[in-house]
């Protein structure tokens, strides 16, 4: 016997009941309507990114719930984005600032949000409309955030067939947490790939910090101050388009230097978190982490004068690495090893042989074909 197909209507029922059952537990504030599901609070900052607010916009409004909220700061704009914001008139919560930057366009976003959940949504990524569905199954009073895989496309929103983060299992919240205590990160998305629970944010809003970035801070402090859960499904989608901020699509030497300082700095405040909840986050944890030492060896082996750490050493990286590869933090053991052999070859290899493979470690779209069926084949990347 099969089951029924289920029907949009259906599922969304099925959302809303899953949010109910929770809701005097903390899922929604109303507790005088069990049966009110929760507000979900869609706040996208935006600077410059008239070609893709709109649909950032309409995907936000789009979603398969009855109580959402888009809330939209333009963060001084000199292009178009104030006109097509302005656009949607009263369907969206409109904020203008002059420029200061994208933690501060969400510190204020946020103040004008009411929901129980807040997705801070790039303004050129977009949204799948089951997403909030998909979140109100797995949603449980002690959530500090659910996290979503993302598909990566294109400027013009075309699927490359990538997508991040790539699980060979799906962790629970207590192997995040150890994984951030052993080594200082863990698998996640970027920003829109999250939804945050607001009795989390509160906890840490404003934001204030030498990061000018919002999912720094949150995604550095979601493991210790609630339960991450994971939705292994691509429910976002993540446009890479060459003027990204985290995303690469082609090399910038100097973008290594800048991002491995800040994941410095987001270590530093993740250690002030673990503080205030009486957990020790070691200094020597962030030599541990795969998914920074190879922005570490890349930036030295690209551009060692803009080096952030002192008195590091391609050697260290390599002890380092080697290390890494037998700690357990969400990373496949096959995929660990291609990580440390991609390590050792950037070390030795000549200047144009070096640059190309860190391009092809960071930029997906960039491999050619041969490479990615044999990554593929050895379960380094699932897709």
Known sequence: ???????????????????????????????????????????????????FIA????????LDWPRV???????????????????????????????????????????RASGEVVIFLDSDDTLSPSLVR???MV???GVSKVQFQMQVVDAAGKGTGSVLPQYTIVPQPEEIRRWVLTTGTYPTPPGSGNAYARAFLARIFPLLGRDPSCDAYCVAAAPFLGDVVTVAKPLVSYRVHGRNDGAMSQL?????????????????????????????????????????LPYRLASLCLLPERH????????????????AVFIPQGV???????????????????????????LWRFASASRPELLRRALKALSVVQR
């Open 1 to 51: 016997m099969t089951d029924k197909p289920r029907t949009r209507e259906r599922l969304t029922a099925e959302a809303q009941n899953a949010c109910v059952v929770h809701e005097t537990s903390g899922c929604n504030g109303a507790a005088a309507d069990h049966a009110t599901p929760m507000l979900i609070s869609v706040v996208i900052p935006n600077y410059n990114y008239g070609d």
């Open 55 to 62: 649909d950032a916009i309409d995907s936000a409004l789009n």
């Open 69 to 111: 909220e888009v809330i939209v700061v333009d963060d001084g704009s000199t292009d178009d984005s104030a006109d097509i914001i302005r656009g949607y008139g009263e369907r969206i919560t409109s904020l203008f600032q002059s420029n200061a930057g994208q933690r501060v366009a969400c510190n204020a976003g946020f103040e």
């Open 134 to 136: 998909e979140l109100a």
């Open 139 to 141: 949603w449980h009073p």
């Open 252 to 292: 910038a030497s100097d973008r290594f230097g800048r991002d491995l300082a800040r994941a410095c700095w987001r270590f530093e405040y993740a250690q002030t978190i673990a503080r205030t909840v009486g957990l020790d986050l070691p200094s020597a944890a962030l030599h541990k982490s795969l998914q920074l």
């Open 308 to 323: 952030p750490i002192e008195r590091d050493s391609t050697l260290r990286v390599l002890v380092d690495l080697a290390r």
């Open 332 to 358: 496949g053991l096959t995929a660990r090893l291609a990580i440390a052999v991609w390590g050792g070859l950037v070390a030795i290899a000549p200047k144009r042989v070096r640059t190309r493979l860190v």
